[in-house]
């Protein structure tokens, strides 16, 4: 299984959105890799969260990368509005649109990460296919739409898979590419992910109900040893 070092992105979903700004420097001081930001549309998922605007604010707010998580139709309508507003690195669902292949080379022709996402009930048979045009493949580990539910561990299969893949593509650009996972991770599912071959987790409910986010933060990043 990888070497590589594990990354964390807090979710700002569990975040006081009263005090967004005190909350992404308060990420940003627990040593995070990433602020990932997710944007619901109400229709790929039944809940709403943060707009563009949210996501400039947060820019202005701390330097950390900002890991924008489009659940929404139609992302590729969207993409320069995050971009402009601080976007540095974007992911949209495969199940959200046709034109998967557009929508990555336009993120990447911007100069920004391109990331692409899958449901936990999506196959992932397919998925090499897109592996040149991508910097990271986001694997849902809950149903999308609301923070704090339950880590489904079949997906760890797709994930191991898909890190064998890109294993077996040592040595060529694809195989920096990034595995993320997103949905209950704590420092016990974190370690079921990593060792499927995930290199970067998104923790939301998890982060924000520890008394200290550091010691939370490094916590997570250990769970490969
Ligand atoms: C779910 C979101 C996640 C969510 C993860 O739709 O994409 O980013 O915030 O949060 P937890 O860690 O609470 O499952
Ligand atoms: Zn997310």
């Given at each position: 299984m990888p070497e590589a070092k594990v990354q964390v992105a807090a979710s700002i979903?569990?975040?006081d959105f009263g005090h967004l700004a005190d909350e992404a420097k308060r990420i940003e001081d627990a040593g995070a890799d990433a602020i990932h930001i997710d944007v619901m549309d109400?229709?790929?998922?039944p809940n709403f969260s943060l707009g563009a605007r949210a996501v400039e604010a947060i820019h202005r707010s701390c330097n950390l990368f900002l890991d924008v998580h489009l659940m929404i139709y139609n992302p590729f309508d969207y993409v320069e509005s995050f971009i402009a507003a601080g976007a540095d690195q974007i992911t949209f669902h495969f199940?959200?649109?046709?034109?998967v292949e557009d929508a990555l080379k336009f993120i990447r022709k911007c100069g920004k990460k391109a990331g692409l996402a899958f449901n936990p009930?999506?196959?992932?048979?397919?998925?090499?296919?897109f592996f040149h045009r991508c910097d990271l493949i986001l694997f849902l580990t809950?149903?999308?739409?609301?923070?704090g539910q339950r880590f489904l561990k079949d997906v760890a299969k797709k994930i191991q898979t898909t890190r064998e893949l890109l294993e077996r593509m040592q040595?060529?650009?694809?195989?920096a590419m990034d595995i993320q996972v997103d949905g209950g991770i704590n420092p016990e599912t974190a370690r079921i992910a990593v060792r499927a071959g995930a290199n970067y987790l998104v923790s939301g409910h998890y982060l924000f109900s520890q008394p200290n986010m550091k010691a939370a933060i490094e916590q997570l990043k250990g769970c490969a040893s």
């Open positions: 979903l569990s975040a109400g229709h790929f998922v199940e959200a649109t046709e034109n009930e999506t196959s992932s048979s397919f998925i090499s296919s809950v149903h999308p739409g609301f923070g040595g060529r650009k694809e195989h």
